[in-house]
């Protein structure tokens, strides 16, 4: 069985189907590296937003294209794809880069409040894009989950040569940087280091080959929103006050002399 490292710890139910290959609904911190068998079905609440993450040419893509039939995939290569065909092949693609990922937002930001389950295409070193993704799920009380890729950088460059596509050196050194502090938060906080994430499973490269589909439905449902406060009572209205006025008579001492006119 896989090593789970940190506080967070897979229970036995889970850990029973990452080994039988029975349909595991994480919770927390779920690490499947070096077992060699694992889930073939990875399940989530519905309308879960799960993200994929990884270096560049660990296997997003792949596995996303595998599981595409349970939820729609949000991958940034679309518009870049799409800027690409519009543009004159002598453009840099810095030169459009603003507004690739202006369309890759806003068609992000479309579907996930449509209320489906949603699988997200992230490179993982931008973690105030789960955070946003964690809220915007949230407000529709939907979760947020995330499956990591563990790759090493070797595996990731040969996938990267495979693929024909390959990630500016600078680029891969920064991902590769924020993938390794990150597995390292991981094995010492467990999945509290990432708090917007209801699961976080950690795949490598033998185990993401294992689990073939995703699936969403009912399960553990998130903790409910607390119930408004009623609104306070309008208080009773104040009967109205009777004045009277009584007339006063002030009799004058006749010693007292008369005054000025």
């Known amino acids: 069985m896989g090593e789970t490292h940190g506080p967070d710890r897979t229970d036995a ?25 694992g889930p073939a079905v990875l ?10 993450s990884g270096l560049p040419g660990s296997g997003k893509s792949t596995l996303l294209n595998r599981w ?12 870049h794809v ?14 459009y880069r603003p507004w690739v990922r202006l369309q890759h937002m806003r068609r992000l930001r479309a579907h996930v409040r449509d209320g489906g389950p949603v699988l997200v295409h ?3 070193s931008r973690p105030w894009m789960r955070r946003w993704l964690a809220r915007s799920a949230g407000r529709q009380r939907r979760e947020l989950h995330l499956v990591l890729l563990a790759v090493d950088a070797a595996d990731a460059l040969a996938g990267q040569e495979k693929r024909g596509r390959w990630v500016p ?16 938060a991981l094995s010492v906080q467990g999945s509290a280091v990432v708090p917007e994430a ?15 589909a995703l699936e969403f ?45």
């Open 13 to 37: 139910a889970n850990d029973r189907a990452a080994d039988s290959g029975l349909p595991l609904h994480p919770r927390g911190l779920v690490d499947l590296r070096g077992r060699e068998r």
């Open 43 to 52: 399940g989530y609440p519905t309308g879960a937003v799960v993200v994929v």
């Open 68 to 79: 595409s039939r349970s939820a729609t995939v949000i991958d940034p290569r679309t518009a």
């Open 82 to 95: 799409e800027y690409q065909a519009r543009m004159p092949g002598w453009l840099p693609y810095a030169v």
């Open 122 to 124: 992230d490179c993982g």
């Open 169 to 184: 050196g600078r680029v891969f050194g920064r991902h590769r940087r924020g993938l390794a502090q990150l597995l390292l």
């Open 198 to 212: 209801a699961s976080v499973v950690l795949l490598d490269r033998t185990l993401r080959e294992h689990v073939v």
């Open 217 to 261: 439905g009912p399960g553990r449902a998130p903790r409910p929103l607390p119930e408004p406060l009623p609104e306070p009572a309008a208080p009773p209205p104040i009967p109205p006050t009777t004045v009277t006025t009584a007339r006063v008579a002030i009799r004058r001492d006749p010693r007292t002399p008369e005054p000025m006119p």
